[in-house]
């Protein structure tokens, strides 16, 4: 299934976002946002993906 | 020092976290002022895990955590980030970025007003970078904000207190609100200047970590915001046209 991942188009097989995490190993500290509507973390096992999805993964970086 | 949403910091000044030299001389800035304040923001995580070395680094330093929404420019992209960040650095602190303007990085206070009023709804503690106009501080307040955060000058712009006048106007408006000049800080000066017009904090970011030396200018804005936040409380003269001796005439010796 192809879907976009914070702007790049990939080919991914999970079919949730908590398996994507998994499978591109994103473990750590993020937020994710589907289609531009934020998904909690315990949402993301139910976030079933579709053809097309676009996928936010973000981490903490450096602000002012 | 008034409470920002019922917490109490223990110095007044907030330090942004972007563009320093290297993350050994970030963490080296705050050690060496003692700011407790982080402010922090959330990008695409890449491979590597660079968020979390950041995160680990912040941690360590035992600060306050402020998350930003900078780049955003319309509610939706602002609320959305906000309730990332809330779960990404469990707090409920957001720096509410909402830029209007991509030369001047001016807010667009139209729509932080109603970003504002959303996320105080959701559970928010909302600290809005705004403008110096006293109705859009009324309305972030009436929004539900309880600390307001104008700009000094556009952000990295290092110009120091464009309007001061206006500044005044604000302390004096809202004699009771945690006020915070964020941004346009360029020199020590303008961050106790700030103090000295009765704010309560400084945020600055470009003026620590551009500076040739980020640790010493660090410790340098810290000293400054304690000067002016002492002078504040020990109400200034005020400025005078003529000159007035300060040493007594009485008994002065007859030596003409």
Known sequence: MKIVINGESCEVVAGTLADLLEERALAGRVATAVNETFVPAAQRPACKLQEGDRVEILAPMQGG | MKRFYGTDLPNPLMLGTAQYPSPAILEQAFRASGAAVATVSLRREGAGGAGDTFWKLIEDLGVLVLPNTAGCHTVKEAVTTAHMAREVFGTRWIKLELIGHTDSLQPDVFQLVEAARILTGDGFQVFPYTTEDLIVAERLLTAGCEVLMPWGAPIGSGRGLNNPYALRAMRAEFPDVPLVVDAGIGLPSHAAQAMELG??????????????????????????????????????????????????????????
Do not use: H, W
């Not at chain 2, 600055?204 to 030396?213: E, F, I, Q, S, Y």
């Not at chain 2, 000293?223 to 005439?249: H, N, Q, W």
């Open chain 2, 199 to 256: 704010f309560d904090a400084v945020l600055l970011n470009t003026a620590v970590a551009r500076a040739g030396d980020p640790v010493l200018m660090a410790r340098a804005m810290m000293d400054a915001v304690e000067a002016g936040r002492l002078a504040y409380g020990a109400d200034p003269i005020d400025a005078r046209d003529m000159a007035e001796a300060s040493t007594p005439v009485i008994g002065k010796a007859f030596l003409a």
